[in-house]
């Protein structure tokens, strides 16, 4: 990958100094009372670095042990591990195995009173909360699995679920997958054109969708939006909505509430571990969502695994991960919990009513055990520390961060302060179609700042070069060398544009998409995403690094650098700067000189930004991702393409003003 390592290793060099005061070292406590530790007692091992090898060797062991773990029977059981006559790409595991994932769901926790114990811990934006025990939600699954059955939902059908996260988008999601039918999860943030998109592509038989709900004050009209895009849907043809005499939709419905109330039992439908209960669209570069699709004994088990093994949750602690139930992490946290037989803590509405502060203080209230954020959740938090850290936070034991790469800042603040340089941050990489994680942290070594303690047990993973050979102590595309279970089935009716995606660029090898470096102290470091990455005169360098070097909270709060066609250098780095407090009231001048003397400070000369622009506001997604295939097509004057998932669509348009005046200023 080049051999251009200056502006890696100037990184690498950079962070070195943090590592005495900011790792953190696992205790003898922690370490003996892991689910990891007993694991590998159990497999008869000697130590982590034996049971790593041991998991990627022999992934059938690893998963007898953790089928073991998660009291998982399949009825009837596998002959075989996998199945990968269709080759790699197309593995199947446990492919005759009985397994239906929200019958394990539903299971209580062993004991006599183990059906008393919360499942469900819900908030909104508004303060209401509400607790749901196992047997609560047995029943309430239950019903509701009968009440769709009884209008024609069955095995294979393609239901969509366009809801806020509350408890009935959970008995919903349990209800639909206990049937046999494919749940598509639906961003409650989408417009009508979005949904309408992603049913059709799956060619689904029904929606079933909340009335709506408030964020910041203001009412989601949830049902008008599912209204709107079935309208123009004739294979569509059921509708199910949540209503009350004052909020009805417009269109005839099945009313949620009167199908909930059925009172006749429903047994589960007999689904293979191969079966679809899922498909989670995810956005492509090209603008176009890919249908992931995930099967019963895939998504389901793999995050139960991580969560059990990688994030320690052990039966009654409580994962709180904020997220909307459209996105990956909503499903991920439902069915690892419920599945490890601890609580699942919600919030409906957004992050900063009254204050930023609002999820800390509700994982507070609810006792969370497991807590999860962004990197630019922690850089919100840490701008209003005094807002956010009140009050001691003693049931929180695991922080958890995933979906952005890791910046030193959000690292250190995340450890000192918000965890008291007492709690392991789990980083934690890997996407949608893989399930869980391909490189992460675990409580058996050491924890650096930003960095990777461990690729991920079970999954082969390395930074590989052009050619596809292994590669240390320079950047490489992170890659798995063998399929493993969670992986997508592919992508619901484009089984080509899989194949081409994660396994066309190296032989029989899933290639992630993105860059990373391998250490030579046997750390990981993710610096970005391998089609973002900037290659200004020859040299390679990561847009996270650059972002890294150019946030610092004062004069430029938030940043996103991209690269675009240039006739001298190949490609010429452009940098959008979000104003800090300290940047005054006309920034532009400041920022800009402030952007170029840091990166070439600390990067060189050569890495100067060919225009920076100071912007009120980034593109993002509403969970705080950045969205940089937008930020160049804005620059770049483009059509955006997919814009459902931005937080506020009418920004790029903004942006893409403010560009073409910068770009008629520079000619």
Same mark, same amino acid.
């Given at each position: 990958m080049g051999?251009?390592?200056?502006?890696?290793?100037?990184?690498?060099?950079? &962070?070195?100094?943090?590592?005495? +005061?900011?790792?953190?070292?696992?205790?003898?406590?922690? *370490?003996q009372a892991s689910n990891l530790t007993a694991l590998i007692k159990r497999m008869g091992l000697a130590d982590y670095d034996s049971f790593l090898r041991e998991t990627i060797e022999n992934p059938e062991h690893y998963w007898q042990e953790t089928?073991?773990?998660?009291?998982? @029977?399949?009825? /009837?059981?596998?002959?075989?591990?996998?199945?990968?006559?269709?080759?790699?790409?197309? $593995? =199947?595991?446990?492919?005759? #195995?009985?397994?239906?994932?929200?019958?394990?769901?539903?299971?209580?926790?062993?004991?006599? +009173?183990?059906? *008393?114990?919360? !499942?469900?811990?819900?908030?909104?934006e508004q303060g209401r909360s509400e607790s749901v025990t196992y047997d609560q939600l047995s029943a309430r699954t239950r019903a509701l699995a009968a009440g769709l059955s009884s209008i024609g939902i069955g095995k294979g059908d393609r239901v969509g679920l366009l809801f806020p996260s509350t408890s009935d988008a959970v008995v919903t999601l349990l209800a639909v997958v206990y049937l046999g039918a494919v749940a598509v999860p639906l961003y409650s943030g989408f417009g009508a054109d979005a949904v309408l998109r992603r049913l059709a592509d799956c060619e689904a038989k029904a929606i079933i969708v909340a009335h709506g709900f408030e964020r910041k004050g203001?009412?989601? %009209?949830?049902?008008?939006?599912?209204?709107?895009? @079935?309208?123009q849907l004739p294979s569509c043809s059921l509708v199910v909505a949540y209503d009350s005499e004052a909020q009805k939709p417009s269109v005839s419905h099945h009313r949620w509430q009167a199908l909930a109330g059925t009172t006749s039992s429903q047994e589960a439908a007999k689904t293979l571990a191969v079966d679809p209960c899922m498909i989670i669209y995810t956005s492509g570069t090209s603008g176009k969502p890919k249908g992931t699709i995930h099967l019963h004994g895939g998504f389901p088990l793999r995050v139960a695994q991580d969560t059990a093994f990688v994030f320690d949750f052990k039966q009654g602690d409580r994962y709180f991960w904020p997220s909307d139930m459209g996105w990956m992490v909503g499903p991920y946290s439902t069915f690892a919990s419920l599945m490890l037989k601890g609580?699942?803590?919600?919030?409906?509405? #957004?992050?900063?009513?009254?204050?930023?502060?609002?999820?800390? $203080?509700? #994982?507070?209230? +609810?006792?969370?055990?497991?807590?999860?954020?962004?990197?630019? %959740?922690?850089?919100?938090? #840490?701008?209003?520390? +005094?807002?956010?850290? @009140?009050? %001691?936070a003693p049931c929180i034991r695991i922080l958890m961060s995933g979906g952005e790469v890791m910046d030193e800042d959000a690292h250190t603040w995340l450890f000192h302060r918000f965890g008291e340089s007492?709690? /392991?941050?789990?980083n934690y990489t890997g996407g949608t179609e893989c399930s869980g994680a391909i490189l992460t942290n675990v409580v058996l070594r /050491?924890?650096?700042?930003?960095?990777?303690?461990?690729?991920?047990?079970?999954?082969? $993973?390395?930074?590989?070069?052009? %050619?596809?050979?292994?590669?240390?102590?320079? /950047?490489?595309?992170?890659?798995? =060398? =063998?399929?493993?279970?969670g &992986?997508? !089935?592919?992508?619901?009716?484009?089984?080509k544009r899989y194949v081409e995606t994660y396994w066309s660029c190296i032989a029989n090898t899933w290639v992630h998409g993105d860059l990373a470096l391998h250490e030579d102290d046997d750390q990981f470091l993710l610096l970005g995403r391998s089609d973002d990455v900037m290659k200004i005169s020859g040299r390679r360098v990561g847009p996270a690094e650059i972002e890294g070097i150019v946030i610092d909270g004062r004069i430029v709060s938030d940043a996103v650098s991209f690269g675009v066609p240039n006739a001298l250098t190949g490609e010429a780095m452009i940098v959008f700067a979000v104003p800090g407090p300290e940047a005054g009231h006309e920034p532009e001048s400041k920022i800009e000189q402030y952007v170029n003397d840091v990166i070439r400070q600390k990067m060189g000369t050569s890495y100067r930004p060919y225009a920076v622009i100071t912007l009120p506001t980034l593109i993002k997604t509403r969970n705080g991702k950045l969205v940089r295939r937008l930020a160049r097509q804005a620059w770049l004057g483009q059509a955006p393409g997919d814009l459902s998932a931005v937080e506020n669509p009418a920004v790029f348009d903004q942006v893409v003003e403010i560009c073409a005046l910068k770009r008629a200023g520079a000619g």
């Open positions: 051999g251009h390592l200056s502006s890696f290793q100037l990184e690498v060099n950079s &962070m070195n100094k943090f590592r005495n +005061q900011d790792v953190w070292f696992p205790t003898e406590e922690i *370490s089928l073991r773990h998660l009291d998982i @029977v399949f009825n /009837p059981p596998a002959s075989a591990f996998v199945d990968e006559q269709n080759g790699p790409m197309w $593995a =199947r595991f446990f492919p005759d #195995a009985g397994f239906n994932v929200a019958e394990s769901c539903l299971r209580p926790p062993p004991g006599e +009173q183990g059906g *008393s114990h919360p !499942a469900i811990l819900a908030e909104d203001r009412y989601v %009209a949830l049902a008008e939006i599912a209204i709107e895009a @079935v309208a609580a699942l803590v919600l919030y409906s509405g #957004a992050p900063d009513v009254p204050n930023i502060g609002r999820l800390r $203080a509700t #994982a507070v209230r +609810q006792g969370v055990t497991h807590f999860g954020t962004t990197p630019t %959740a922690i850089r919100s938090m #840490a701008a209003a520390e +005094q807002t956010v850290l @009140v009050g %001691a007492k709690l /392991p941050i789990i /050491p924890i650096y700042p930003c960095r990777f303690n461990s690729t991920t047990p079970g999954v082969d $993973a390395h930074v590989l070069d052009d %050619a596809g050979n292994t590669i240390q102590g320079e /950047p490489g595309e992170l890659a798995i =060398r =063998r399929p493993f279970n &992986m997508t !089935a592919g992508f619901w009716g484009d089984p």
